[in-house]
């Protein structure tokens, strides 16, 4: 269990913005989480980085950008792909892995380990990630190496069409477009997609479902073939949507920074990084996350009702 500074969970204001002592609690049990991860990284010998928000967070702020509420870690695909065998067998018990690569399907294309799967007010859960009692967890993305003209590739554009149907099945659209995207990336994969998702009566969990499956199968487009060590890095989906690539080079070193208190491995060439993915970083801009801040937010109603199942528990005990 990681130990911090007596004052850290004390509310405080950074860069003009209020963190609250919620907030505190949070990013210390992320930072449990990431620490097992850490761990099993380290086991075997597998190299991650900070990415994104929180590479820039470590470089920028020592710790996580004020505005800022989750952590996000890269690794090149090979560990990237060691990483999900290895975690489901080796995290501590209650850890869950969510990724559209296991069968604990997940409808995006990264993958998240959290530390449990449902929000709790145990003492022993709350003792253990410093008070909090919300499900968290640590975004992974895959770095794959880019070909050239990866753009006209037929990987490309096949995982283009997978990319669009996952979208529109988890926005639970049941639509021409969507269909015909199924047949093709069927007929030119050699897959089955269990067509549930798109019954006018599909749950949720039936919608989240093909699109995991949607992702999975865009994981497996950008793996597929002989793809070769190129000087061009990217996580596709970014390479996708914007364009985004990075020089394989720039990851060649690591270099260890501060994050709350904690050393974190950041590329060699961050500054490099930083600057292709946010331009001039050193300008702080607030609330550019892409999801609501804070992201407990849907939990908040359930950690109600549970306090309020423990009281009533408490009382007919008395």
């Known amino acids: 269990m990681l130990s911090f ?3 850290f969970f004390q509310a405080e204001t950074r860069e003009d913005f209020q963190v609250d002592v919620t907030m505190k609690t949070v990013w210390a049990a992320e930072l449990e989480v990431l620490s097992e991860i850490a761990k099993v990284c380290e086991r075997h010998g597998l190299n991650w980085y900070m990415a994104f928000g929180s590479l820039l967070g470590a470089v920028r702020h020592k710790g996580y950008i004020p505005w800022d509420d989750d952590i996000d870690i890269c690794l090149k695909r090979d560990d990237y792909m060691r ?6 067998k080796e995290l501590p018990k209650g850890y869950v892995v969510r990724s559209p690569l296991l069968e604990s399907w997940y409808p995006e294309y990264h993958s998240c380990v959290a530390n449990s799967d449902s929000i709790s007010v145990e003492p022993e859960h709350l003792k253990q990630f410093h008070g909090c009692p919300f499900i968290v967890g640590i975004d992974v993305f895959p770095l794959d190496f880019l070909e050239e003209s990866e753009e006209n ?14 979208l529109l099945a988890k926005g639970g659209e049941k639509n021409k477009e969507l269909n015909e995207i199924l047949n093709l990336l069927e007929k030119q994969c050699d897959v089955t997609f ?36 190129t000087d061009k890095l990217s996580m596709y989906l970014d390479y996708l949507r914007f364009g985004k690539f990075y020089q394989a080079a720039w990851f060649e070193s690591v270099e260890w920074m501060p994050f709350e208190g904690f ?5 060699g060439e961050y500054d490099k990084i930083l600057r292709a993915t946010y331009g001039d970083y050193s300008v702080c801009v607030r609330n550019t996350t892409l999801h609501d801040y804070p992201f407990y937010k849907k939990q908040l109603e359930q950690l109600r009702r549970r306090v309020a199942q423990v009281e009533a528990a408490r009382k007919r005990e008395e």
Request: hydrophobic share 40%; net charge negative; aromatic share 6%.
């Open 5 to 7: 500074a007596d004052n």
């Open 263 to 267: 050393m974190v491995p950041v590329p």
């Open 194 to 229: 269990d067509r549930n998702g798109l019954l006018e009566t599909a749950s949720e969990d039936d919608r989240n479902e093909l699109a995991a499956g949607l992702w999975g199968l865009a994981n497996e487009i950008v793996m597929c073939g002989n793809r070769k060590k």
């Open 153 to 166: 590739s037929l990987q490309y554009n096949l995982f283009k069409a997978a990319r669009q149907a996952a």
């Open 83 to 88: 990483l999900l065998q290895y975690l489901p």
